[in-house]
């Protein structure tokens, strides 16, 4: 069965570190754009990073700019996502997510971009 299975997630203090690993079971993700997204508990889904298939290319979401780094191993079919300097407000249940087309057809902060998804791994920030 095809999924994405995310881990590392856990309590942090706020301006500390965590990363989170994607790792993919019965699909190759090489060929597809890879991203994260997180959703606060009442509020929406939001994008958090993405990274093309060759790793040449990402993109982040504001808010998270300059604190997290996503990263690929194509060898190992897996996607991280290193978060540093965290703030109570990164508080969320992370997803893994895979682009649902090999080339850019529509934004990747729309969710509808994307076809796979993991379980998620919640991410605790305290203050």
């Known amino acids: 069965q095809a999924q994405l299975v995310e881990s590392g997630g856990g309590l942090a203090q706020a301006g500390g570190s965590l990363r989170l690993s994607c790792s993919a079971y019965?699909?190759?993700?090489?060929?597809?754009?890879m991203g994260w997204f997180r959703q606060a508990s009442g509020k929406e889904r939001e994008f958090v990073a993405a990274i093309t298939r060759s790793g040449s290319n990402t993109e982040y979401a504001d808010s998270v700019k300059g604190r997290f780094t996503i990263s690929r191993d194509n060898a190992a079919n897996t996607v991280s996502l290193q978060m540093n300097d965290l703030k109570p407000e990164d508080t969320a249940v992370y997803y893994c997510?895979?682009?649902?087309?090999?080339?850019?057809?529509?934004?990747?902060?729309?969710?509808?971009?994307?076809?796979?998804w993991g379980q998620g791994t919640q991410v605790t920030v305290s203050s």
């Open positions: 019965g699909l190759s993700n090489s060929m597809w754009t």
């Open positions: 997510a895979r682009y649902s087309s090999t080339y850019y057809s529509r934004p990747y902060y729309d969710t509808r971009s994307w076809n796979y």
